[in-house]
Nanobody, 126 residues
Framework: VQLQASGGGLVQAGGSLRLSCAASGRTFGRYAMGWFRQAPGKAREFVAAISWSGVSTYYADSVKGRFTISRDNAKKIVYLQMNSLKPEDTAVFYC????????????????????WGQGTQVTVSS
């Protein structure tokens, strides 16, 4: 699976952005998908995950209620809708694919993911 993230940009605090992660490969629908982010000088951190079916989702506490992960298996795209953005959301965002059957607390570990896309920069100004 090859992943290509896009949709990042510069937005004011309180604004919204929607990230997309386009996948290639016929097995996309078998993978759980996740979004991670890495701010300057900080470790990569988990943001959200969605099961292969799209039925189950899991979020980091820091984004719960503001971000929504979704997927369209027919189009092979995963989305991250980000609302009420804060300056502390500024980071490079990465999408990743995992062979896990479900999503949950175990989804926060980056080692669970087999494939990674390149990052897309999100900058939130105050």
């Amino acid at each position: 699976v090859q992943l290509q993230a896009s949709g990042g940009g510069l937005v004011q605090a309180g604004g919204s952005l929607r990230l997309s992660c386009a996948a290639s490969g016929r097995t996309f629908g078998r993978y759980a998908m996740g979004w991670f982010r890495q701010a300057p000088g900080k470790a990569r951190e988990f943001v959200a995950a969605i099961s292969w079916s799209g039925v189950s989702t899991y979020y980091a506490d820091s984004v719960k209620g503001r971000f929504t992960i979704s997927r369209d298996n027919a189009k092979k795209i995963v989305y991250l809708q980000m609302n009420s953005l804060k300056p502390e959301d500024t980071a490079v965002f990465y999408c990743a694919a995992s062979g896990a059957d479900t999503v949950g607390r175990h989804s926060i570990g980056s080692s669970r993911y087999d494939y990674w896309g390149q990052g897309t920069q999100v900058t939130v100004s105050s």
